[in-house]
């Protein structure tokens, strides 16, 4: 010890240390008894409250139940805090803000959507006989529950499990019209707790009045038309506050399942649905059998001038892309030139129902979204289910689903960016993602050295996350960005597609492979005018010019080792015969997904099929039904030879034989080549609907007469056979 710490004899110390060590002891001994006076203390005057027998037993289930309404509150909490994150702030009953009327690049009126207040039909004018009808069938304790009707749920509930399937729905008006507000249609168990959550909210901020009109303004009631009053116009060619018993009944069958009962669909489902409404009318005890007996002998007659062709997937799309140009403008009713081209449309959305129709029992797929844009970013079609009328959840702008090896293309389009070429030689040998995971290809096998062009045609793995290590996670996501594809983790994996995205995001981000490397937005609106004719919106005017994103020289190598997919790899079921296309192939893991991406110098299309529960398909792989849906949809799309060029690839024959027409056509008679050209090489629409009604008259003819083109006719079977084998 130093000295100035410590010296020799007492009186020279600094430090006393025994009497710091003493002071130390008895400081510590008397701090323990004084806690253990304390202690005992309060355990005496706790003893007072001691309870024994059943005093003790109410108290334990009293502070057990403290604990668990605790923890229920928490629990309560932690799930409706994302449901009312849905809530938009300010007036949240934001769809009331506009009316849109929508028209084709002709002109032609669409559709419609939104509605204001101030234009609907009041509820005290809505007649009776339709309010009880709905109530009847679809809440009848509509005016006593709280938002949720736990007696109509639980019997749906026992309903369902004795049928072990969906045979009713629990949910009340006020839950149907939060899930019209703020949620999709998904049909997922995360969506009916955010539903039941903002049930709850509405009926704290709204009157049952309130919510019944708004619900009856909302619901989509099939044909294109959303609320009751549209669904009058439509089906009845009236007011709603004209209808009869018998057309209200019909009316109040469509909320759930309005393509299903939908009267132009299926009139004798749609009867038969009213006969259950008129029994739900008694049974309610709104009417008696004998007010009933009027309607059952007079169903509601059906108008038959009317347009059942409405491109409702688009429609629902166009409409959010209404609301986010006119934010902050004071103009709420306008009308809206949209992209959509309705013959596009109608064959795209057929070539979805009938792909999940033909193969999916086999395939176990309930699902498929299409989505198709032209080299400017102009969306002309978009298909977001299988069936509108069975559930309006848009898989193709909403949906976030893993696009697997389509993905691939943002990798090779970096590496080509970064000095790689399509003839560089790449390993495909074993990878690690960290310690325990290891990147395995589709066949469990490698190929060791390979170019990289045949590694994006045979799709292989481990080739595409070694490139994406070479040129770095961060410079992908950059260009990602370009793309308009943001939320992708920069994972190790990346480059395998584990991240969710959208139909819309996917395909649009392949447009500028199509157009040579410029940006291109996908966009559904080009003007917006209000009610007195004025341009609020014009796209050409209002939007920034388009500027390049990448070399075109790198593009025409990417288009040219994506041909080769097509060509020569996982892609072979889409090639086009009249064109060269270039595309990906895409399968998630567990076969969730399955993707093709692919395009011409006309249209970039997108296809996905799958399950909205996520559970896995039949093996279905992105080289079968995308592929083969892509390849249906693409050969009727492209109704003129006058295609563009890709960058990179060499004109077909088929293109260079419609050149030499249109230029030998041009040369005797330059304005009518200009007029096809102009028109996408169609014919004038009287022409093509006179050619169409006398191919139907022939074909009709010879159906009678069992001749050539009959049905009956054995070649003509064999070889509709012959085209509807995949592959």
């Given at each position: 010890?130093?000295?100035?710490?410590?010296?020799?004899?007492?009186?020279?110390?600094?430090?006393?240390?025994?009497?710091?060590?003493?002071?130390?002891?008895?400081?510590?001994?008397?701090?323990?008894?004084?806690?253990?006076?304390?202690?005992?203390?309060?355990?005496?005057?706790?003893?007072?409250?001691?309870?024994?027998?059943?005093?003790?037993?109410?108290?334990?289930?009293?502070?057990?139940?403290?604990?668990?309404?605790?923890?229920?509150?928490?629990?309560?909490?932690?799930?409706?805090?994302?449901?009312?994150?849905?809530?938009?702030?300010?007036?949240?009953?934001?769809?009331?803000?506009?009316?849109?009327?929508?028209?084709?690049?002709?002109?032609?009126?669409?559709?419609?959507?939104?509605?204001?207040?101030?234009?609907?039909?009041?509820?005290?004018?809505?007649?009776?006989?339709?309010?009880?009808?709905?109530?009847?069938?679809?809440?009848?304790?509509?005016?006593?529950?709280?938002?949720?009707?736990?007696?109509?749920?639980?019997?749906?509930?026992?309903?369902?499990?004795?049928?072990?399937?969906?045979?009713?729905?629990?949910?009340?008006?006020?839950?149907?019209?939060?899930?019209?507000?703020?949620?999709?249609?998904?049909?997922?168990?995360?969506?009916?707790?955010?539903?039941?959550?903002?049930?709850?909210?509405?009926?704290?901020?709204?009157?049952?009045?309130?919510?019944?009109?708004?619900?009856?303004?909302?619901?989509?009631?099939?044909?294109?038309?959303?609320?009751?009053?549209?669904?009058?116009?439509?089906?009845?060619?009236?007011?709603?506050?004209?209808?009869?018993?018998?057309?209200?009944?019909?009316?109040?069958?469509?909320?759930?399942?309005?393509?299903?009962?939908?009267?132009?669909?299926?009139?004798?489902?749609?009867?038969?649905?009213?006969?259950?409404?008129?029994?739900?009318?008694?049974?309610?005890?709104?009417?008696?059998?004998?007010?009933?007996?009027?309607?059952?002998?007079?169903?509601?007659?059906?108008?038959?001038?009317?347009?059942?062709?409405?491109?409702?997937?688009?429609?629902?799309?166009?409409?959010?892309?209404?609301?986010?140009?006119?934010?902050?403008?004071?103009?709420y009713i306008v009308t809206a030139r949209t992209t959509v081209d309705l013959r596009l449309q109608k064959i795209a959305e057929d070539t979805?129902?009938?792909?999940?129709?033909?193969?999916?029992?086999?395939?176990?797929?309930?699902?498929?979204?299409?989505?198709?844009?032209?080299?400017?970013?102009?969306?002309?079609?978009?298909?977001?289910?299988?069936?509108?009328?069975?559930?309006?959840?848009?898989?193709?702008?909403?949906?976030?689903?893993?696009?697997?090896?389509?993905?691939?293309?943002?990798?090779?389009?970096?590496?080509?960016?970064?000095?790689?070429?399509?003839?560089?030689?790449?390993?495909?040998?074993?990878?690690?993602?960290?310690?325990?995971?290891?990147?395995?290809?589709?066949?469990?096998?490698?190929?060791?050295?390979?170019?990289?062009?045949?590694?994006?045609?045979?799709?292989?793995?481990?080739?595409?996350?070694?490139?994406?290590?070479?040129?770095?996670?961060?410079?992908?996501?950059?260009?990602?960005?370009?793309?308009?594809?943001?939320?992708?983790?920069?994972?190790?994996?990346?480059?395998?597609?584990?991240?969710?995205?959208?139909?819309?995001q996917h395909t649009a981000a392949y447009v500028p492979f199509a157009n040579g490397g410029m940006e291109a937005r996908p966009y559904a609106?080009?003007?917006?005018?209000?009610?007195?004719?004025?341009?609020?919106?014009l796209r050409d005017r209002d939007e920034p010019k388009p500027q390049r994103l990448f070399d075109k020289q790198v593009i025409s190598q990417?288009?040219?080792?994506?041909?080769?997919?097509?060509?020569?790899?996982?892609?072979?079921?889409?090639?086009?015969?009249?064109?060269?296309?270039?595309?990906?192939?895409?399968?998630?893991?567990?076969?969730?997904?399955?993707?093709?991406?692919?395009?011409?110098?006309?249209?970039?299309?997108?296809?996905?099929?799958?399950?909205?529960?996520?559970?896995?398909?039949?093996?279905?792989?992105?080289?079968?039904?995308?592929?083969?849906?892509?390849?249906?949809?693409?050969?009727?799309?492209?109704?003129?030879?006058?295609?563009?060029?890709?960058?990179?690839?060499?004109?077909?024959?088929?293109?260079?034989?419609?050149?030499?027409?249109?230029?030998?056509?041009?040369?005797?008679?330059?304005?009518?080549?200009?007029?096809?050209?102009?028109?996408?090489?169609?014919?004038?629409?009287?022409?093509?609907?006179?050619?169409?009604?006398?191919?139907?008259?022939?074909?009709?003819?010879?159906?009678?007469?069992?001749?050539?083109?009959?049905?009956?006719?054995?070649?003509?079977?064999?070889?509709?056979?012959?085209?509807?084998?995949?592959?």
């Open positions: 010890m130093s000295e100035w710490m410590y010296k020799r004899g007492g009186g020279d110390r600094l430090i006393d240390w025994l009497a710091l060590d003493a002071w130390i002891d008895s400081s510590l001994h008397e701090s323990w008894l004084d806690i253990k006076n304390k202690l005992s203390a309060a355990s005496a005057f706790f003893d007072r409250f001691r309870v024994v027998g059943i005093r003790k037993f109410i108290v334990e289930m009293l502070s057990e139940g403290l604990n668990v309404s605790i923890a229920g509150t928490l629990i309560v909490v932690a799930l409706a805090l994302p449901a009312f994150a849905l809530v938009p702030p300010g007036n949240w009953l934001a769809a009331n803000k506009y009316s849109v009327t929508f028209i084709n690049q002709d002109g032609d009126e669409i559709g419609k959507r939104g509605i204001l207040q101030s234009d609907a039909v009041p509820l005290e004018e809505i007649p009776k006989t339709l309010v009880d009808a709905a109530l009847a069938t679809e809440d009848r304790r509509f005016y006593s529950h709280f938002g949720i009707d736990v007696i109509g749920t639980f019997r749906a509930l026992v309903s369902n499990l004795k049928a072990n399937s969906v045979v009713q729905g629990g949910s009340s008006v006020t839950q149907q019209l939060a899930k019209n507000l703020f949620l999709s249609s998904e049909r997922s168990l995360d969506r009916k707790i955010k539903e039941a959550f903002l049930a709850i909210w509405i009926e704290a901020r709204l009157s049952k009045d309130e919510i019944l009109k708004h619900y009856l303004d909302r619901a989509y009631m099939g044909g294109g038309a959303f609320g009751v009053e549209a669904a009058s116009q439509f089906y009845f060619g009236k007011s709603v506050r004209e209808i009869n018993l018998a057309e209200s009944a019909t009316l109040a069958g469509l909320f759930k399942a309005p393509t299903k009962y939908a009267p132009h669909v299926n009139l004798p489902a749609s009867r038969a649905r009213t006969e259950d409404v008129l029994d739900n009318l008694v049974e309610a005890g709104f009417l008696t059998e004998s007010q009933v007996y009027g309607a059952r002998l007079n169903p509601a007659r059906i108008v038959e001038n009317r347009d059942q062709a409405s491109p409702d997937w688009f429609l629902d799309y166009a409409f959010e892309e209404v609301q986010k140009l006119m934010e902050g403008k004071d103009t979805i129902s009938s792909a999940v129709r033909q193969f999916g029992r086999s395939k176990r797929v309930d699902q498929g979204a299409l989505v198709s844009i032209e080299a400017d970013g102009a969306v002309r079609a978009l298909v977001g289910g299988k069936d509108y009328g069975d559930s309006q959840f848009n898989r193709a702008t909403t949906a976030k689903r893993q696009p697997g090896s389509s993905f691939k293309p943002y990798v090779y389009l970096t590496a080509l960016e970064h000095g790689f070429e399509p003839s560089s030689w790449v390993n495909d040998t074993s990878v690690s993602c960290g310690r325990k995971h290891s990147v395995k290809n589709y066949g469990r096998s490698f190929r060791g050295r390979m170019r990289m062009a045949t590694a994006l045609a045979k799709s292989t793995n481990t080739v595409a996350v070694r490139l994406t290590n070479k040129v770095g996670r961060k410079t992908i996501l950059a260009n990602l960005e370009k793309l308009g594809i943001s939320g992708v983790q920069p994972s190790c994996t990346m480059a395998l597609g584990d991240t969710g995205i959208t139909a819309l609106i080009t003007e917006i005018t209000n009610s007195s004719g004025e341009a609020v919106y990417l288009n040219s080792m994506m041909q080769q997919v097509v060509t020569a790899g996982t892609g072979r079921r889409s090639a086009l015969d009249f064109t060269y296309s270039a595309g990906k192939t895409g399968t998630s893991s567990s076969y969730r997904d399955a993707w093709f991406m692919g395009y011409t110098g006309k249209y970039v299309t997108g296809v996905w099929f799958g399950n909205d529960s996520y559970r896995p398909t039949n093996r279905v792989t992105g080289g079968s039904m995308p592929a083969q849906a892509w390849h249906d949809y693409m050969t009727l799309a492209h109704a003129s030879m006058d295609i563009p060029q890709l960058a990179g690839l060499p004109l077909h024959p088929v293109q260079k034989q419609e050149r030499v027409r249109l230029a030998a056509l041009r040369a005797a008679n330059p304005a009518t080549a200009d007029a096809i050209r102009r028109k996408g090489g169609q014919l004038p629409e009287d022409t093509r609907k006179i050619l169409e009604r006398l191919s139907r008259d022939l074909l009709t003819i010879s159906s009678d007469k069992k001749g050539t083109f009959g049905p009956n006719n054995r070649a003509d079977r064999n070889a509709d056979d012959t085209r509807r084998t995949p592959g």
